[in-house]
């Protein structure tokens, strides 16, 4: 049997959630490279799962920026937050090759202040997707995407 979209979501926004533990536990613990990479992988997971609520049968791609534009369609509010989040796509891939990074490595590149602003942007639009699905009423202290 075939899931609704908003149980697809869902199911996409919980492996979202998950990833989000851990990528707050590596910002931590000292796993800044991965932790930004992560985040970039809660944010798209996140906007995907926004879009297969909305009924969206196959939702490809890896770009925050593409997938925020998408969902703007449904909700327009997500518009002035594509700017502000697209910076996560800048840790798809160089946080996990050396040869995206001249003459280092990313376990080098990458510190503490930097994945825990990846961090904090992915819990953003993991809030912001929780809201639009109705499965959060408010944001916690010190969170602003609100629908």
Same mark, same amino acid.
């Given at each position: 049997?075939?899931?609704?979209?908003?149980?697809?979501?869902?199911?996409?926004?919980?492996?979202?959630?998950?990833?989000?533990?851990?990528?707050?536990?590596?910002?931590?613990?000292?796993?800044?490279?991965?932790?930004?990479? #992560?985040?970039?992988? %809660?944010?798209?997971?996140? #906007?995907?799962?926004? #879009?297969?609520? $909305?009924?969206?049968?196959v939702v490809l791609g890896h &770009?925050?920026?593409?997938?925020?534009r998408d969902a703007a369609r449904?909700?327009?509010? #997500?518009? $002035? =937050?594509? !700017?502000?989040?697209?910076?996560?796509? &800048? =840790?798809?891939?160089?946080?996990?090759?050396?040869?995206?990074?001249?003459?280092?490595?990313?376990?080098?590149? =990458? !510190?503490? @202040? %930097?994945?825990?602003?990846? %961090?904090?942007?992915?819990?953003?639009?993991? !809030?912001? %997707?929780?809201?639009?699905?109705?499965?959060?009423? !408010?944001?916690?202290?010190?969170? @602003?995407?609100?629908?």
């Amino acid at each position: 049997m075939r899931r609704s979209p908003l149980d697809e979501g869902r199911r996409w926004l919980e492996q979202a959630e998950e990833d989000l533990r851990w990528a707050k536990h590596l910002a931590r613990r000292g796993g800044y490279h991965i932790a930004c990479f #992560l985040a970039q992988q %809660v944010g798209e997971k996140a #906007l995907k799962a926004f #879009l297969y609520a $909305q009924g969206e049968e196959v939702v490809l791609g890896h &770009s925050i920026e593409r997938l925020c534009r998408d969902a703007a369609r449904w909700e327009p509010r #997500l518009n $002035q =937050y594509v !700017t502000r989040w697209a910076v996560l796509d &800048s =840790y798809y891939v160089p946080t996990r090759y050396p040869n995206s990074l001249p003459d280092s490595i990313p376990a080098r590149v =990458y !510190t503490r @202040d %930097v994945a825990r602003q990846a %961090v904090r942007m992915a819990e953003e639009i993991v !809030t912001f %997707v929780q809201k639009c699905l109705g499965l959060r009423e !408010t944001a916690p202290s010190g969170e @602003d995407p609100s629908p």
